[in-house]
């Protein structure tokens, strides 16, 4: 166990120390300074304004830029959606495979793609060209991150620009995200895979013979390409079925720790990147480490549920390997529950092992990581923005319980704020409880769930809470490939995403317009511990008000029953 510790530790040093530099390159490109980068970039930037016909200088208000941005994903969504269907008749397609079908899988591949969900109803080597893998998927996993950047980009104006109403251009953000951020990053990131022993291919499928005498086909392609993007853009989606589990797209005990980094590298950055824009690098710190207090707690409650094992297990006179089911023999009890308290923290869908194969209170703390939204780090900008949603909540209760003006950056959190902090915080929330009750009593949705009693609620819950959380990853035992779950995750995989940016990009509008003013007697401060305590027990209270109930039902009762010795 202390070996296990010393990792956690390293990690968080490692990430710590590598975010900080990370964030002032990160301010440079989001307030428009010159990078080290521009030489390359700016003559590329160029051309893609001349040839979109975009004017790079004209701002937008907050209207303009959810309509640009909205138009941007409905029409890219239609892209993949139409290169699913006819995959069968154009190149790269080695193996053979057909158009996306049913339909309804490629409508939910695509809207998952394009919400930075990756949720994969699908095996991703026997669905999947290598064209649609590059052309529509991985495409997708850049623009759907640069999409957060920018809502992102655009949040941190609003709160530091005063009495305008412009909060930057949609498309230079886009633009300026994938080739200063997130393209070098991906470039350097899908090296060092290929380094580890990542296939990056065109080549044909292998058939090989096993040692049992069959026949097996190996799935090829370029992997590491697609896997250095899904990582660093907290999309998740895997290449191949297996995911972050398969040593084709996760090879080394090196490699997983590296994944693991890079799903926090940007989210982290750019909180602490937000206090250097701001002028007080202590406001980011405060938000960051709220973000690292709770996540901290989820990724103790995860390690030892998985530590302690399943009794009923070693009760059959199996010892260590009680705690071993579900993990991933390679990287061990520590870095299976790092890479699963990571990926649910950060809304990415990678996975190193299978969630449903946790103990109970395992697959617990996961699962409420989702729930809680993308607030525990999150997402690449969207970490960012929603935690800010949190923030202005937090502020206004504590400015009403003291009788202190609610204010945050020198600007008034007032009634219009609030109402949109608080839907967007609440609309994901809506569409994980009453999809996953309408799909626990009707037979579409039960028909299908592999298990019986609590952990079968849970299977139907964490689907929901992956996808309106825009996360991605899967609790296994669903079989989610049904007209029911492709349709109504995709519709929570939208109301999710769209459902918390444009919230927060009408705060950014109003925030924007606000004068500031210094702080004064009446101002509680947002930069010391007293927030930051603050900020972290009102998501947790607001998360137990609103989950506890089907928590309880799920994998808390599951928890108690396995004790008793009860599986299911």
């Not at 530790?9 to 900080?20: F, K």
């Not at 899988?105 to 695509?110: C, F, G």
């Not at 040692?211 to 907290?234: D, H, N, W």
């Not at 990287?331 to 790092?338: C, E, M, N, V, W």
Request: glycine share 10%.
């Amino acid at each position: 166990m202390l070996t296990d510790m010393m990792m956690f530790i390293l990690y968080l040093a490692v990430l710590l120390l590598l975010a900080w530099p990370f964030s002032k390159y990160l301010a440079k490109v989001f307030t428009m300074e010159k990078t080290v980068l521009d030489p390359v970039c700016q003559p590329l930037e160029r051309l893609v304004y001349r040839l979109s016909a975009v004017n790079p200088d004209q701002e937008m208000n907050w209207r303009q830029y959810a309509s640009a941005l909205i138009w941007f994903n409905v029409l890219g969504a239609f892209a993949v959606f139409l290169i699913e269907l006819v995959q069968g008749a154009l190149f790269w397609n080695p193996a053979g495979l057909s158009g996306v079908a049913p339909w309804h899988l490629a409508l939910n591949t695509a809207v998952s793609f394009m919400t930075n969900t990756n949720w994969q109803a699908y095996s991703g080597e026997s669905t999947m060209s290598y064209f649609t893998q590059m052309t529509a998927l991985t495409v997708q996993n850049f623009v759907s991150a640069a999409v957060g950047l920018s809502v992102a980009a655009a949040l941190i104006r609003g709160f530091t620009r005063k009495t305008t109403s412009a909060i930057g251009n949609f498309w230079v953000d886009l633009v300026r995200s994938i080739f200063r951020v997130l393209l070098p990053l991906a470039i350097i990131f899908t090296l060092i895979l290929v380094q580890q022993g990542v296939i990056q291919n065109l080549d044909s499928y292998l058939t090989v013979h096993t040692l049992e005498g069959v026949e097996q086909t190996i799935g090829m392609g370029p992997v590491a390409s697609q896997e250095a993007i899904k990582i660093l853009g907290t999309n998740g989606g895997g290449f191949f079925n297996a995911n972050s589990a398969h040593p084709f797209e996760n090879p080394t005990p090196l490699s997983n720790f590296l994944q693991v980094i890079s799903i926090f590298l940007i989210p982290t950055g750019l909180v602490i990147a937000f206090g250097n824009i701001a002028g007080d690098f202590r406001q980011g710190y405060a938000v960051l480490a709220a973000m690292l207090l709770l996540f901290c707690i989820m990724l103790t409650g995860t390690y030892l549920s998985e530590a302690y094992g399943n009794p009923i297990l070693a009760n059959l006179g199996i010892d260590q390997p009680t705690s071993m089911e579900g993990k991933e023999v390679r990287f061990g009890i520590a870095g299976s529950a790092l890479f699963a308290t990571v990926t649910t923290a950060a809304s990415c869908g990678a996975v190193n092992a299978m969630h449903d194969s946790f103990t109970p209170l395992g697959g617990f703390f996961p699962l409420v990581q989702m729930k809680l939204g993308e607030v525990i780090v999150g997402g690449v900008g969207a970490g960012f923005y929603g935690m800010m949603l949190f923030v202005v909540l937090t502020v206004f209760i504590v400015g009403l319980m003291v009788g202190r003006t609610p204010e945050y950056l020198g600007k008034k959190i007032e009634a219009r704020e609030t109402k949109m902090a608080t839907l967007g915080i609440l609309l994901p929330a809506v569409m994980m409880l009453t999809g996953s009750a309408l799909a626990a009593v009707i037979e579409a949705g039960t028909s299908v769930v592999l298990n019986p009693g609590p952990h079968g609620l849970s299977e139907i819950v964490y689907a929901f809470a992956s996808a309106a959380g825009n996360n991605g990853s899967a609790f296994a035992g669903l079989s989610a490939n049904s007209l029911f779950y492709n349709l109504m995750l995709a519709l929570s995989m939208l109301v999710g995403r769209f459902g918390v940016i444009l919230p927060v990009l009408a705060i950014a509008g109003s925030m924007a317009e606000k004068k500031t003013s210094p702080p004064g007697p009446g101002t509680f401060p947002t930069t010391g511990w007293l927030f930051v305590i603050l900020l972290a027990g009102i998501i947790l209270i607001v998360g137990a008000l609103t989950f506890l109930p089907v928590l309880t039902l799920g994998p808390i009762v599951e928890q108690l029953l396995m004790l008793q010795g009860s599986m299911f």
